[in-house]
């Protein structure tokens, strides 16, 4: 505590005007001072310019050229896969399109192939009735020359037993004939 009172004491204007005046002489300083104060300024001011400022200017100017990089590349690089998304939102669209084309056709082409089908189903329908009209037709009269021979036989045989007495073969034979040439259905008989 002694040595600040005595700091104290020390530092204490004896009065107040001299105070005032010793205040007013230190501020404004002598021009040696003043001088060597301006260019010490200078030499730190012109060696922080040259170490400090300029390479961190030169830094930043590349880090904003890199981060400017980035963005243009950023920006071209989203076009780019925009402009593929639209060329592939194209080839989907014609591929739909393509896919339905093909389906059509497919469609249209099964269309041709049922009714060419169906159609030879028919026609070979229609040939196999004719076909079996026609044998049926065939066996009807070959059951009618069948049937009229046996008719003939039998009609023989019984005239035979009635009338107890033999026809002769040549006879017999032209009655079979004339019978069987005559053209009228069975059931006219």
Not at 70 to 89: H, V
Not at 131 to 136: A, P, S
């Amino acid at each position: 505590m002694t040595v600040v009172t005595k700091l104290f004491a020390i530092d204490t204007p004896k009065s107040a005007t001299e105070g005032l005046q010793e205040k007013f002489s230190t501020l404004f300083p002598s021009i040696p001072l003043m001088l060597a104060t301006i260019i010490a300024f200078a030499i730190c001011f012109g060696f922080l310019f040259f170490f400090l400022y300029r390479p961190v200017r030169k830094m930043i100017a590349k880090r904003q050229q890199f981060i400017q990089k980035n963005i243009d590349d950023a920006i071209s690089y989203k076009q780019e896969s925009l402009d593929k998304l639209n060329l592939a939102n194209d080839n989907l669209k014609n591929s739909h399109k393509q896919s339905d084309m093909i389906i059509n056709n497919a469609k249209i082409k099964a269309e041709k192939v049922i009714d060419r089908y169906t159609k030879k189903a028919k026609d070979d329908a229609r040939r196999l009735i004719e076909e079996t009209n026609l044998d049926i037709q065939a066996q009807q009269r070959e059951f009618d020359k069948n049937s009229k021979k046996y008719i003939t036989e039998v009609a023989v045989e019984l005239a035979n037993k009635i009338l107890k007495r033999e026809i002769s073969k040549s006879t017999q034979q032209e009655i079979i004939d004339e019978f069987l040439k005559d053209n009228s259905p069975i059931e006219d008989i």
